[in-house]
Structure formats: C-alpha cells, structure tokens
C-alpha cells in the first residue's frame, strides 16, 4: 500500500493560475525631489498636525542629554549619602628581614603596623 502526501497535480485537472507581473515596478513621478534638509525632518512630510504635535512634545519635554545628566547626579549623590554611614577602618601589619651582602652584619628584623 503507498501513501501519497503533498505530491501530485492539482485536482480535477484545473489549470494552474499565472501571476501577472508588470514589466516595470519604478513609477515616474515628476513632482518627486530631493528631501530638504534645512530643517527638521518632519518637515518633510508637510503635515501641519505632525509638525504641530512634535513642536509641543519638543516643548514641554526636557532634553534627554540633561535628564540623564540630572539622574547621574542624582546618583552619585545618594552614593555620597550611603557611603558616610559607616566608618571606614584600615589595619595593615608588614615584616622584613634585612642582611646586607657588602657586609657580614646580623640580619635586621623590621616590623610595622598601623591602624586608622
């Protein structure tokens, strides 16, 4: 017994359908120009609502570079605040043993110690 699955013709022997493409998918539009550039780029579309809407936005909205500067500084100050709740404390302890080999001295033990 064999199975056939997605192999074979179209049924009932219909005709298969033929995409019509056109020859060429440019359109000639003469009124098409170089965008302008010497102003905001939605200006380019000529639309008073959209230049309407984003002149608002613009001016009641504060400048992303100055808000993020705003939120480091905000940071680094609560940094500053934590950072005097604690004490800070420092012990350091060194040894050396020194001998000299120009001459046939005993070694010298040094040791220091220091705590802040």
């Not at 022997?13 to 965008?35: F, N």
């Not at 230049?51 to 992303?64: F, K, T």
């Not at 005097?84 to 050396?96: E, F, H, I, V, Y």
Request: net charge negative; with cysteine.
């Amino acid at each position: 017994m064999l199975i056939g699955g997605c192999g074979g013709s179209p049924a009932g022997g219909e005709a298969q359908r033929q995409l019509l493409l056109p020859s060429q998918w440019r359109i000639a539009d003469e009124d098409v120009g170089a965008l302008r550039s010497d102003g905001a780029w939605w200006d380019n579309f000529n639309d008073p609502l959209l230049s309407a809407v984003i002149g608002a936005v613009l001016a009641s909205n504060q400048d992303l570079a100055l808000a993020g500067l705003q939120w480091r500084e905000a940071l680094l100050d609560a940094e500053l605040v934590s950072g005097n709740l604690t004490p800070d404390m420092a012990a350091n302890l060194s040894g050396r043993n020194i001998r000299t080999l120009q001459s046939a001295t005993r070694p010298q033990e040094v040791y220091q110690t220091a705590f802040s």
